[in-house]
């Protein structure tokens, strides 16, 4: 059976992930791969309407536990499919977040107890692992400000430029966070590499790719 390989990308808000998912693809794209980029959490039909009930905070009512459930909901859908399919044809894929933001982001910073999270990730994941996790990682308020950034460009497109469930997280919280990534990475080396997201975009681009050469040989 042909087998891809997978990479995600990780990291806290604003960290650049979508934007280095992006020329990764076309990077493996112009070296012959068929590439699926896919996000989380999203990715289906059903993946990207419990997304909707996630960033829209309609679903803070059921306390970061319940949280944590409906993010490994929408990826038990995803790996089924999306990834594993996408994987056994031979094509990489690369997914913006995963199941380490759910370590992070509910368990890290929410609080919700680590065998609980483990749990959850092992009956949402099975063996569909990452083959590399890319952790960009930069101070918390760099990635606010980019983020910021952003939304207000949205607004000007279509007047919309409010932070989402996380982006509004206190800055307790987004350091919580920020450690959380690097200890998943200190924890999984063989599967994690730190990048130092503060670069400019074709740096940080740079860096991403020697990693997947070393790691993957694409
Ligand atoms: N979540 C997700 C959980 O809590 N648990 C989970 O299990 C999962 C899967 C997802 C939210 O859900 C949470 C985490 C998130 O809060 P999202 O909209 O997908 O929501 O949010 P993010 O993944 O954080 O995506 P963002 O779009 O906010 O950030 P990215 O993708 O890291 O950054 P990107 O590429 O969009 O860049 C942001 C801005 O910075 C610029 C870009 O042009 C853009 O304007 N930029 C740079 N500027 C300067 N230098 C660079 N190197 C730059 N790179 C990008």
Request: hydrophobic share 40%; net charge negative.
């Given at each position: 059976m042909a087998s891809g390989k997978f990479i995600t990308l990780e990291g806290g808000e604003g960290a650049g992930k979508s934007t280095q998912a992006r020329l990764l693809a076309e990077r493996l794209r112009t070296v012959g791969h068929g590439v699926v980029e896919t996000r989380e959490p999203g990715g289906t039909k059903r993946g990207e309407k419990i997304r909707d009930l996630l960033l829209s905070g309609d679903a803070k009512q059921y306390g970061q536990m319940g949280e944590a459930v409906l993010f490994c909901?929408?990826?038990?859908?995803?790996?089924?499919?999306?990834?594993?399919?996408?994987?056994?044809?031979?094509?990489?894929?690369?997914?913006?977040?995963?199941?380490?933001?759910?370590v992070a982001y509910q368990g890290a910073a929410g609080g919700v107890r680590p065998t609980l999270i483990r749990a959850l990730n092992r009956v949402a994941v099975g063996n569909t692992r990452p083959d590399l996790t890319?952790?960009?990682?930069?101070?918390?308020?760099?990635?606010?400000?980019?983020?910021?950034?952003?939304?207000?460009?949205?607004?000007?497109?279509?007047?919309?430029?409010?932070?989402?469930?996380?982006?509004?997280?206190?800055?307790?919280?987004?350091?919580?966070?920020?450690?959380?990534?690097?200890?998943?990475?200190?924890?999984?080396?063989?599967?994690?590499?730190?990048?130092?997201?503060?670069?400019?975009?074709?740096?940080?681009?740079?860096?991403?790719?020697?990693?997947?050469?070393?790691?993957?040989?694409?």
């Open positions: 909901a929408a990826r038990d859908d995803h790996v089924r499919d999306v990834i594993r399919p996408a994987l056994e044809r031979g094509d990489w894929v690369i997914c913006d977040r995963f199941s380490d933001s759910t890319l952790i960009l990682d930069l101070p918390p308020e760099a990635g606010l400000k980019r983020a910021q950034a952003r939304n207000e460009g949205k607004a000007k497109s279509d007047g919309d430029d409010e932070a989402d469930r996380f982006e509004g997280m206190e800055q307790r919280f987004h350091e919580a966070l920020r450690d959380g990534f690097l200890k998943i990475a200190a924890k999984a080396p063989d599967r994690c590499v730190v990048i130092d997201a503060q670069q400019a975009e074709s740096a940080v681009a740079e860096r991403i790719w020697d990693a997947v050469v070393e790691r993957l040989n694409p």
